[in-house]
């Protein structure tokens, strides 16, 4: 009897587990078939409605775009080793740390690639701006070994040059295969840390600069670069006192 039990008892599990299986409908029982819908292009009834909603917001925007912000004096662009768009830019936003938010920093530091487009002679709008600087990128400063200023120059030279402008007069020179800042006054020298206005593109290394990465303190100033040169041409800038630029010889390679 013992044995009929445990014989009948695996039995009984699978009969009542095909019975309840049996018992059970799927609440996905229905079955449909699917396919492609095949657009008119000619059609334009959907695309007049998503037009009619997004008009008002697409007018604000282009209204606001389309805001003067400031004047340059000539087209500019961006070159290696040296070029007129960023000795304009590197300069902009060093006078706006300084004259904004208070912060002397001893070099402003950018990189060609973040700089999209050419400035155009003339009046430049915001939309302008916004073409010139679509990265949200904020800017930094960085207080840098003074010595790692060689390792920075050295960089800057194998990228065939970058952007950059100090307070005072500064040059990169190239020296056989080591490179060096120059600063007009020999106080540099004296410090242990050189302050660097840069992105926080930069800072965190990005574009191969990990050299900035060494450094011993940073700020953020929490302002987006784009921000800062809307508000440089505004302050900088006017229809009758246009924003200059020029090649100053920053850059001087081996001859």
Known sequence: MTLFFKRIKPFAFWVGL???????????????????????????????KI?????????????QMAVVVGFTALEMDKAKPEGLLGNAVSKLLLDYAKDELGVGA??????????RTPLPKGAITKGKIFELMPFDNMLVVVDLPYAELPNLAKHILNKGGEPFCG???????????EAKFSFASDMYAKRS?????TS???ANGGDGYEVLTKATQRTELNVLIRDALIFGFQTYSSESKPLEAKIEGKVILNQ
């Not at 699917?34 to 008119?40: H, I, S, V």
């Not at 001893?106 to 700089?115: Q, R, S, T, V, Y």
């Not at 840390?193 to 206005?197: Q, V, W």
Request: some cysteine.
């Open 167 to 177: 307070f005072e007069k500064v040059q990169l020179i190239q020296e056989g295969n």
């Open 193 to 197: 840390h050189i302050k660097i206005l």
């Open 18 to 48: 095909l019975l309840l299986a049996s018992c059970y409908r799927s609440p996905f029982n229905q079955l449909k078939t699917a396919g492609l819908t095949k657009f008119d292009s000619t059609t334009t009834e959907t695309s007049s």
């Open 51 to 63: 037009n009619e909603l997004i008009n008002p917001y697409k007018m604000q925007i282009d209204s």
């Open 200 to 202: 926080d593109y930069l």
């Open 106 to 115: 001893d070099l402003c530091i950018m990189n060609n690639g973040g700089l």
